[in-house]
């Protein structure tokens, strides 16, 4: 979790942000690539594609916070989109998790280095039924970015819970090195799955 801190704003906004980030990325650990694929649930969801769509979504917000303007929404950009929450024969959830960090990490950086009094031009958002630009401050669409990730990483770690009863914060605890205690016990990926040791 962010802890308790007498941070300024844009500082909480990217800590917030990462801790979200943190979850999805701990959530493949341990996995071999075919449970990382798989959609125990419901939904067609699963944990490799959240993290390739993550990226996705963190390559989009970067472009937006950098003022590069948004692709426009049309036929190409909605199946690009709908593409985004499955891996294909060709990725690897490796492959896919090298990509997130690097999103994750242009990201970060371009957050920090924003305004979010700044005033912002939020694109249209036809999918919630907004058709047009909308005024606003950069602050609404920084804080809907961190809406969005935590959407991603509760779906991360349910269907990582359907997988193996792993919860993801119990990966991400792992992940930064937290000794064992009475309420946690580190986890061990084991040989040969994703983010063991080789």
């Known amino acids: 979790m962010y802890a308790p801190a007498p941070h300024d704003e ?24 075919e449970q990382a694929r798989a959609t125990p649930c ?7 594609g959240i993290v390739k769509h993550t990226a996705y979504g963190l390559r989009g917000a970067t472009a937006t916070v950098l003022a590069e303007g948004r692709e426009e929404i049309d036929g190409a950009a909605y199946a690009a989109h ?11 959830v490796d492959g896919v998790l090298a990509e997130f960090d690097a999103a994750r990490e242009a990201c970060l950086e371009a957050v920090a ?9 939020a694109p249209p958002a036809p999918w919630f039924g907004i058709f047009q630009s909308q005024p606003a401050k950069l602050r609404y669409f920084l804080v809907h970015q ?39 016990q580190p986890y061990v990926p084991g040989p040969g799955t994703i983010g063991a040791e080789r």
């Open 113 to 121: 280095a924003a305004d979010p009094d700044a005033d912002f031009l």
């Open 10 to 33: 844009i500082t909480g906004l990217v800590s917030y942000l990462d801790v979200q980030l943190s979850a999805i990325r701990a959530a493949p650990l341990g996995l071999t690539e």
């Open 82 to 92: 709908a593409a985004s929450f499955a891996l294909t024969d060709q990725e690897s």
């Open 146 to 184: 961190i809406e969005e990730t935590a959407r991603h990483a509760g779906h991360a770690d349910i269907i990582r819970e359907q997988l193996d009863g792993v919860s993801v914060p119990a990966l991400v605890l792992t992940l930064e090195g937290v000794p064992a205690n009475d309420f946690f």
């Open 42 to 48: 419901r939904s067609a969801l699963s944990v490799g």
